[in-house]
Nanobody
Framework: QVQLVESGGGLVQAGGSLRLSCAPS????????MGWFRQASGKERELISRINWSGTSTYYADSVKGRFTISRDNAKNTVYLQLNSLKPEDTAVYYCAADLTYGVLSSNPQYWGQGTQVTVSS
């Protein structure tokens, strides 16, 4: 059973920064495509960023492009999401997700974290 453990959420003022981390409980982390989704209250869950197994290919939703940065450290079995220039509309539960693939993360990944709350005050 793959478990994804997220950390780093919290309350921050608009314009501030946070860094989310996700550490899957797997021995072959480098075989997994990783990504982050978010779900705001009353809205559908959306993919905001993904990264391939080697870190050489990334994707960002238009709503976060230029402000968020995804990265991974395969030696530490961890994927990160750096959130800069945060806006109140970034308030949501952020979910780490993973697929066992050398391709890109799917729209409905195999594995999910429990979610971490990010709240941005104005």
């Amino acid at each position: 059973q793959v478990q994804l453990v997220e950390s780093g959420g919290g309350l921050v003022q608009a314009g501030g920064s946070l860094r989310l981390s996700c550490a899957p409980s797997v021995r072959t982390f480098s075989r997994y495509a990783m990504g982050w989704f978010r779900q705001a209250s009353g809205k559908e869950r959306e993919l905001i960023s993904r990264i391939n197994w080697s870190g050489t290919s990334t994707y960002y939703a238009d709503s976060v492009k230029g402000r968020f940065t995804i990265s991974r450290d395969n030696a530490k079995n961890t994927v990160y999401l750096q959130l800069n220039s945060l806006k109140p509309e970034d308030t949501a539960v952020y979910y780490c997700a993973a697929d066992l693939t050398y391709g890109v993360l799917s729209s409905n990944p195999q594995y999910w974290g429990q979610g971490t709350q990010v709240t941005v005050s104005s």
